[in-house]
C-alpha cells in the first residue's frame, strides 16, 4: 500500500518562496508506472493539478499556469518536492500530494492514494 506524508506548509509573504516535500514509502517507487502528483484545494474551489512526476523521476508533468513558477523533483530518498516560487495569495490552498498507477498523469481520477495534505498561505 502507498503511503504519502506531505510537509512544508506555512505563512508566507507574497513574493516569498517555498519548498513542500511529499515522502513516499520506498517499496512504492519501483512499483509498475507509479507517478506522484502535486494537487491543491482553495476554499470554494474544486480541487487542481499542479504538477507530476514519474517514479523515475525522468518526465514531468506541470498544469499550464504553474509552468515557470513551480518545479518538481524526486530526490535519492524516495522524496518528492515542490519548489514554489513568486507565490501569491491565489496560492494559498491545502496542497496534497498523490500517487498513481498510471504514470505522471494530469487525471485526478487516476490518483488512488492521498497524503492528508499541508496548508499553504500567501498573505498580500
Known amino acids: 500500500q502507498v503511503q504519502l506524508v506531505e510537509s512544508g506548509g506555512r505563512l508566507v509573504q507574497a513574493g516569498d518562496s517555498l519548498r513542500l516535500s511529499c515522502a513516499v514509502s520506498?517499496?512504492?517507487?519501483?512499483?509498475?508506472?507509479?507517478?506522484i502528483g502535486w494537487f491543491r484545494q482553495a476554499p470554494g474551489k474544486e480541487r487542481e493539478f499542479v504538477a507530476a512526476?514519474?517514479?523515475?523521476?525522468?518526465?514531468v508533468s506541470y498544469a499550464d499556469s504553474m509552468k515557470g513558477r513551480f518545479t518538481i523533483a524526486k530526490d535519492n530518498t524516495n522524496t518528492v518536492h515542490l519548489q514554489m516560487n513568486g507565490l501569491k495569495p491565489d496560492d494559498t490552498a491545502v496542497y496534497s500530494c498523490?500517487?498513481?498507477?498510471?504514470?505522471?498523469?494530469?487525471?485526478?481520477?487516476?490518483?488512488?492514494?492521498w497524503g492528508q495534505g499541508t496548508q499553504v498561505t500567501v498573505s498580500s
Open positions: 498523490a500517487a498513481s498507477m498510471f504514470g505522471p498523469t494530469q487525471d485526478v481520477r487516476k490518483y488512488n492514494y
Open positions: 520506498e517499496r512504492d517507487f519501483g512499483v509498475g508506472s507509479l507517478g
Open positions: 512526476i514519474s517514479r523515475s523521476g525522468d518526465v
